[in-house]
């Protein structure tokens, strides 16, 4: 009858084990209040209420990176849904998700910053200002709430910036020249 009941007991540790290691494994589709579900931008902007909460981080505030006086959060969508970068975790849970607004870069580019709960903290554009022609000179502008502003959130995306995969996707290497005194950080109410 021991034995019986040690057999038991180890059938139904076995099986409560493989239970919690299917779980922990399962992967799911990309949800905003996870970020760690999600694989890169694309997946994070089809995600339910990412639209909805860029929309809300952004206000109505226009801008002209890619496209001349758009909002800025279309403007961020319009590169989410075409070429992503793979998600970078970053320390104090959190996540970088990039991506481009085209097949090819040269150097236009969208990064979102969201904590572990998918609340955004910061938002970067890499592009060449383009109000009535695009300028010769890439620019980095960084979005981030007056009330939460995080040096770290900022070094993320300054970093992201200046790395060195985007600076090799500028085909004219004379359009970084400088760039340190052409990124700004915009406070958004």
């Given at each position: 009858m021991r034995k019986l009941f040690k057999l038991a007991c180890?059938?139904?540790?076995?099986?409560?084990?493989?239970?919690?290691?299917?779980?922990?494994?399962a992967s799911g589709?990309?949800?905003?209040?996870?970020?760690?579900?999600?694989?890169?931008?694309?997946?994070?902007?089809?995600?339910?209420?990412?639209?909805?909460?860029l929309s809300h981080f952004t206000g109505d505030v226009k801008a002209s990176y890619f496209s001349t006086n758009r909002t800025v959060s279309a403007q961020a969508l319009s590169a989410f849904g075409n070429t992503a970068d793979h998600v970078v975790v970053l320390g104090d849970n959190r996540?970088?998700?990039?991506?481009?607004?085209?097949?090819?870069?040269?150097?236009?580019?969208?990064?979102?910053?969201?904590n572990e709960y998918g609340q955004i903290e910061g938002l970067g554009f890499s592009s060449f200002h383009c109000e009535t022609g695009c300028e010769d000179y890439r620019h980095v502008d960084i979005y981030m709430r007056k009330d939460s502003q995080d040096d770290t959130v900022v070094a993320a995306l300054k970093t992201w910036a200046t790395s060195?995969?985007?600076?090799?996707?500028?085909?004219?290497?004379?359009?970084?020249?400088?760039?340190?005194?052409?990124?700004?950080?915009?406070?958004l109410p």
């Open positions: 180890l059938v139904a540790l076995a099986w409560g084990a493989s239970f919690t290691v299917a779980a922990a494994t589709p990309c949800r905003l209040i996870d970020p760690s579900t999600c694989s890169d931008a694309k997946e994070l902007a089809r995600a339910n209420g990412f639209t909805q909460a996540y970088l998700f990039a991506a481009c607004p085209s097949r090819e870069c040269d150097g236009s580019a969208v990064a979102i910053v969201v060195d995969k985007l600076r090799q996707a500028v085909t004219r290497r004379d359009a970084d020249e400088g760039i340190d005194k052409r990124m700004d950080v915009h406070l």
